[in-house]
Structures are given as structure tokens and as C-alpha cells.
């Protein structure tokens, strides 16, 4: 049994594991599902994708702990060290 299909019989229930070993389907450019449904150029799919905010508020958190972190050692007289280049 090879490594792949262990993997596969592992994630998919049976009933799913031969629609998962046939791939991705491969389609020309002049067929007509290629002409029906051009591919999506990348600029467009992430436009698509950039309003979702999976963690709502988690940038604000962020922010803040950042904010919090500095002035604790602006506080204390704490300069940074300047790095070598």
C-alpha cells in the first residue's frame, strides 16, 4: 500500500476516497468548461478574500498589547540597543 493512498483511506471516509485519487481535474484551454468558466486572476481572488476578518478584533488586541508592551519600557528609561548591520 503506498504512502498516499494510507493517507487517504486516514482523512476520507470510504465513500470519498475515489473522488480524492482522481485529483484535480486537468481542463484545456479550448474546452468548453474553460470557455464557460475562465480561470479567476489572482488580483480579482483576493479581492474577494481580503473584507473576511476571521478573528474580529484581534487587530485591535494586537495594537494595544503593542502599545502596552512600549510604554512599559518607555517608562522605565529603556532605550534600544541600536543593532550592528
Known sequence: MSSENSNCNQYFPSKYRDVYMRGKPKHDKDDIFSIKHPAMDLGKRAKIFS??????????????????????????????????P
Open 51 to 84: 473584507p473576511f476578518d476571521a478573528l474580529k478584533g484581534f487587530d485591535d488586541e494586537l495594537e494595544k498589547s503593542e502599545k502596552d508592551i512600549e510604554n512599559t519600557y518607555t517608562d522605565n528609561g529603556y532605550v534600544p540597543i541600536e543593532e550592528f
